[in-house]
């Protein structure tokens, strides 16, 4: 599921920037900012980075979804489980190219306000399984943002981060489809 929904809509804000900006190049690229051995993951500069940060169960639905209370513990009755996730775009530009990297970063910005809910009427390419991906902006302090670069191992780069509300896995739809990867930066 997140292996459809990150690389869809990340193609659709590749559409948008290549439109609002009148380039041909892909900026986005989803990826990791630094390898699992410290070396810089991304193979060229001035792109925007999406990352995820973060799944979250999100536990406000559970008591009606399934999961119920007896004997002492939480029973499971193979119901849905429903997740945030939390994701980040950075500005990875070269030093002389900062305002374009704060360009960038506003160009996802603008796309996000314009365009919050993703699901199957204005995004094709989501599987069945996805029913609706809300994106809301998250401001995170700067102790946050030290803490995520820091656990990256990657020096501060301008950054937007945004919870995408709500993902539902059912255990039900265990298959699901592998969308293809060409036209979102990745390799």
């Given at each position: ?27 986005l ?10 070396t ?45 996730l ?21 160009g996802v910005?603008?796309f ?20 609706k ?11 946050e ?13 301008p950054?937007?981060?945004?919870r ?16 293809s ?7």
């Amino acid at each position: 599921m997140i292996h459809n929904l990150l690389p869809v809509v990340g193609a659709e804000l590749n559409d948008y920037l290549k439109t609002k900006f009148d380039i041909s190049e892909d900026r986005l690229v989803l990826s990791n900012l630094i390898n699992q051995d410290g070396t810089v993951a991304v193979d060229e500069s001035n792109k925007v980075v999406c990352s995820l940060l973060n799944i979250q169960e999100e536990t406000t639905l559970k008591a009606t979804s399934g999961t119920y209370y007896s004997g002492g513990s939480y029973l499971s009755g193979g119901a849905n489980l429903h997740v945030n996730l939390t994701v980040m775009f950075s500005a990875y530009f070269s030093g002389k190219n900062y305002i374009e990297a704060l360009k960038f970063l506003s160009g996802v910005i603008y796309f996000f306000q314009s365009k919050p809910v993703f699901d199957s009427s204005n995004t094709p390419g989501l599987t069945s399984n996805i029913d609706k991906a809300c994106f809301d902006l998250i401001t995170l302090s700067y102790d946050e943002l030290n803490s995520i670069f820091s656990m990256m191992g990657a020096k501060y780069m301008p950054t937007v981060v945004y919870r995408i509300r709500m993902l539902t896995f059912s255990s039900d739809q265990v298959m699901d489809t592998v969308p293809s990867l060409s036209g979102i930066g990745i390799n």
